[in-house]
């Protein structure tokens, strides 16, 4: 059975910095892309950063390119996401994905950017 837990959310306040977990059971996520998505309420979830299946090429939404970092850890099974220079408008629910068929979703973990 394929698990994702989502971790490491919480409450910055703008400027701060975040670093999102998603570890994996079930799966090696070395055979697999990555990627991180965010959800607002009454929005559907808007992709944010994907890592390959290497870990060598990353790409991201434009409104984290430069801010958010993508990475995985293939020995420990985990994939992350690093948040930088926190802005108010990145306050969502983050889940995490396995880009497999059919894909996997985390549970999702919190952040909230505010002041």
């Known amino acids: 059975q394929v698990q994702l837990v989502d971790s490491g959310g919480g409450s910055v306040q703008p400027g701060g910095s975040l670093k999102l977990s998603c570890a994996v059971s079930?799966?090696?996520?070395?055979?697999?892309?990555m990627s991180w998505y965010r959800q607002v309420p009454r929005k559907g979830r808007e992709w944010v950063a994907r890592?390959?299946?290497?870990?060598?090429?990353?790409a991201y939404a434009n409104v984290v390119k430069g801010r958010f970092t993508i990475s995985k850890d293939n020995h420990k099974n985990t994939a992350s996401l690093q948040m930088n220079n926190l802005k108010p408008e990145d306050t969502a629910v983050y889940f995490c994905r396995v880009d497999s068929t059919p894909g996997y979703w985390g549970q999702g973990t919190q952040v909230t950017v505010s002041s």
């Open positions: 890592i390959s299946v290497s870990g060598s090429d990353q």
């Open positions: 079930g799966l090696r996520i070395s055979e697999y892309v």
